[in-house]
């Protein structure tokens, strides 16, 4: 007995002084939660407002190429010397003038010859007739006689082609772009010397539209903005490819507009509708949030009595259908009425209170 009471006394000790101090921490704890309790539960500062309803036509942007229905690269078929370049860069030509000859006096030369070989045999060809009227001559030898002229006329129309190909004239009026050749310069066969452009307003669009983005008829109309975004104006499509590339599974499309300032073969973006019109409704972009399971924004819903801020925010799923850096479009099933976060809204989570700095109708 006297061996286990040292035992007992040391362990209703231990007891004694674990229950002190279970007592203690728990008076600490206590004392914390309710000083924290103590605290006003946070919230965050947004701006709000009403949603609001527009009908919205999907649209994709598409890179089209500037056309003038009236552009030709001016180039000689044959080569030669330059003989005559009587309109400079920028001029304005009329059609039919000459823009570019080619040395010519040889041919000029041959073509004399041969017409002075076909007024003898013409002149010839006269006397023989009348002598076979007297039976003077043969009929064969008449008959050499027109064969000659018909080899000589043919000849003067080769020599003709030839002296054309070597005179350039404007096939439309229309100005004169830049050119370094001068007189006496050798031009190569096919040698391109300037562009030659027409003064028409009108302007061809031509892009390529990928299969099934959408339908293009002939008579839709379509959006032309520079590559900065900037609005030119409309264009009405003229011609739809019956066809589709098999290699990039696209069909070519050409659009017509007037009135709009574009160089030939400058780039231009083309906007066409990609889908139907639908009702949608619109915020600005920074009401828009993301998490792993999609879009959403939050809607301020009054708190309860006694809350210390007066509305609470609750995410709202939408469906997002085009953004921009200004403004989202989405679709959703929402109060029409109640009040969406704007800015600040990335500072909101599920439940939080929240106070209106500023919002908007």
């Excluded at 045999?121 to 039976?135: C, D, M, N, P, Y």
């Excluded at 921009?324 to 679709?331: D, R």
Aim: neutral net charge; glycine residues 8%; proline residues 3%.
């Amino acid at each position: 007995m006297r061996k286990i009471l040292p035992w007992l006394i040391t362990l209703v000790g231990c007891v004694l002084v674990t229950g002190a101090l279970a007592a203690v921490k728990y008076q600490q704890i206590t004392a914390a939660i309710a000083f924290g309790a103590s605290f006003p539960e946070t919230y965050e500062v947004v701006s709000a407002r009403k949603v609001s309803a527009m009908t919205h036509t999907p649209v994709r942007r598409l890179g089209g190429t500037i056309r003038r229905p009236e552009f030709v690269k001016i180039s000689s078929e044959v080569g030669g010397r330059i003989v005559s370049l009587p309109y400079s860069a920028g001029a304005v030509v009329e059609k039919g003038d000459a823009i570019l000859k080619l040395f010519s006096a040889d041919l000029a030369a041959q073509k004399e010859a041969l017409k002075a070989d076909r007024n003898l045999v013409i002149t010839q060809l006269g006397r023989s007739r009348a002598l076979k009227e007297q039976a003077l001559i043969a009929q064969g030898d008449i008959d050499v006689q027109e064969a000659r002229l018909i080899a000589l006329n043919a000849q003067i129309k080769a020599i003709d082609a030839q002296l054309t190909r070597l005179t350039i004239r404007a096939p439309f009026t229309g100005r004169m772009g830049i050119y370094t050749h001068v007189v006496g310069d050798m031009l190569d066969s096919g040698e391109v010397v300037a562009a030659f452009t027409g003064l028409g307003d009108e302007r061809w669009i031509d892009f390529k539209v990928p299969q099934g983005l959408t339908k293009i008829s002939v008579g839709d109309e379509a959006s032309l903005y520079d590559l900065d975004g900037t609005f030119l104006g409309t264009a009405n499509i003229i011609v739809v490819s019956d066809s589709i590339d098999a290699d990039t599974r696209t069909f070519d499309v050409r659009a017509i507009t007037k009135g709009v300032d574009l160089k030939h073969g400058e780039l231009v973006q083309v906007e066409v509708a990609s889908g139907s019109s639908l009702v949608v409704y619109k915020l600005p972009s920074s009401s828009v949030r993301w998490d792993t399971y999609g879009t959403y924004i939050f809607q301020l819903i009054e708190a309860e009595p006694g809350a210390q801020r007066p509305y609470r925010a609750e995410i709202q799923r939408i469906d997002l259908v085009d953004e921009t850096a200004s403004a989202a479009l989405f679709t959703a099933t929402l109060d029409e009425t109640g009040l969406y976060a704007t800015t600040g809204s990335f500072k909101l989570k599920k439940g939080i209170l929240a106070q209106l700095g500023d919002w908007k109708n």
